[in-house]
């Protein structure tokens, strides 16, 4: 476990883990980023393979097995399982899990690019860090893609992932983040950190290109909404979601530097 508080306030919180033959190992990394979280992590790790999970998440009890029996089985320099969303309390009835909150699975053995790549769900051998780390540039809060910027380096450079749809991971969609307000502010923040993990710099015609491609973007949601409202109220969230996540990639493009 790392401590990310300067204070170091997880010492007496974790003093019961730290006995018996299974103990918990307290880290300490004061600067506030979660990818000098990670790093330091890794930097502590000696298997060799390294799983990760979000702390807001719970493991299904075959969760490890099932990683480690894929790892034996085939040869990946990784693995990324599913994150199952469930309700803490159901603040929005509309706002079903599947249609709004539930993200891709596959089958098993399934080739991963980026884009499903993250940190929340991941079982990777650790010589992949070996001259690799997460950018702190992409891990403050704004917009914590530090996962996904150094997923896609690895893969650019070559690395092999899958897909192991038995290692089950549970995510507890908190009172707060069950309103459309919440799912808006998601969707507008990922347009950004994907405009910023793939755009062009601001200047010439493919940054011209890409602001163009952002305002159509936000266009066409803005006059297809009208009707999507009237097709019930979960068509027309999807599309005012979608509005956002344009309108992040146009913000993104217009700051980028």
Known sequence: MVDNDPE???TEVVRPWQEGPHALQLLREPRPNVAHVRNRAVAAARG???AFIDDDEVADAGWLAAYWGRSRREVHDGWFGPVLPRLERNVTPWLD???FYARPRH?????????????GNAFLRRDLFATRAFDPAYGDPSAHAEDHELFARLLADGASFA?????IVTE???PAHHRLGWLARRAFQGG????RLGAPQPLGARFALGAAR???GVAFAAAVLPAAVLRGRCAGARMWLRACVQAGHLRALCTHT
């Open 8 to 10: 170091a306030s997880a």
């Open 172 to 174: 507890t969609v908190l």
């Open 97 to 99: 899990l599947e249609r």
């Open 107 to 119: 089958a098993s053995g399934t080739p991963i690019a980026a884009a499903d790549a993250r940190t």
């Open 163 to 167: 897909w192991c749809d038995e290692a």
């Open 192 to 195: 950004i950190v994907a405009t």
């Open 214 to 216: 952002a305002l159509l």
């Open 48 to 50: 060799a393979w390294l």
